[in-house]
């Protein structure tokens, strides 16, 4: 006794369907968190992320401005952009 073609072709697009290989893409999603119990949370004052510091205007590297019109002005000289390392941040 043959199985017959059709037979066999549904069998196997069922098979691929079901087992993910079909051909729709879905990216991963990233488990859900939940948050530690108020028990278990860091203490506070204690840094365990930090950012990247900002990049500034300066003239002295103790003064830091938004824009290099306002460095400019109060510094009375030309400016340089730098970023902002001070320790509680990450310096690129």
């Known amino acids: 006794m043959r199985i017959p073609l059709p037979l066999v072709a549904a069998f196997v697009g069922l098979v ?3 087992s993910g290989c079909g051909g729709t893409y879905e990216p991963e999603q990233a488990p859900v968190t939940e948050s530690a119990p108020a028990d278990e949370q860091l203490p506070e004052g204690r840094v365990t992320q930090q ?9 002295n590297f103790s003064q830091w401005y938004g824009s290099e019109a306002t ?5 009375g000289r030309s400016c340089t ?3 902002r390392c001070n320790g509680t941040c ?3």
């Open 16 to 18: 691929v369907s079901v």
């Open 51 to 59: 950012a990247i510091c900002s990049l500034l205007w300066t003239c």
């Open 71 to 75: 460095c400019t002005a109060a510094c």
């Open 81 to 83: 952009r730098d970023y």
């Open 90 to 92: 990450v310096c690129p």
